[in-house]
């Protein structure tokens, strides 16, 4: 399985971008799809996460400006961002969850390689 992250790059404050996360190779289902964030000299951190159900679930901290969503029928995630600020300031890692065969009964974790997003005037 692999993860296809992009969309990242420069914004000013207060701007938007969209990022994608294209998950491709061979599994029987997507479970979940999240997107992660990584600053400089910080953990890694749960950013937004969306079932193949499209349950959603926000950090405190993007809540109301970030909009997770998912194309099951195309393995895709998107994070939209808007109202972006320089804390927002990151690597953004897309991760699945995946059942990889039909009888699977726990889910495989997958990640893409990250995405920079940079806020800054």
């Known amino acids: 399985v692999q993860l296809q992250a992009s969309g990242g790059g420069l914004v000013q404050p207060g701007g938007s971008l969209r990022l994608s996360c294209a998950a491709s190779?061979?599994?029987?289902?997507?479970?979940?799809m999240a997107w992660y964030r990584q600053a400089p000299g910080k953990q890694r951190e749960l950013v937004a996460a969306i079932t193949s159900g499209r349950s959603t679930n926000y950090a405190d901290s993007v809540k109301g400006r970030f909009t997770i969503s998912v194309d099951n029928a195309e393995n895709t995630v998107y994070l939209q961002m808007s109202s972006l600020k320089p804390e927002d300031t990151a690597v953004y890692y897309c991760?699945?969850?995946?059942?990889?065969?039909?009888?699977?009964?726990?889910?495989?974790?997958?990640w893409g390689q990250g995405t920079l997003v940079t806020v800054s005037s």
């Open positions: 991760k699945a969850e995946v059942y990889r065969y039909m009888w699977s009964q726990v889910t495989s974790n997958y």
């Open positions: 190779g061979t599994f029987f289902s997507i479970n979940a």
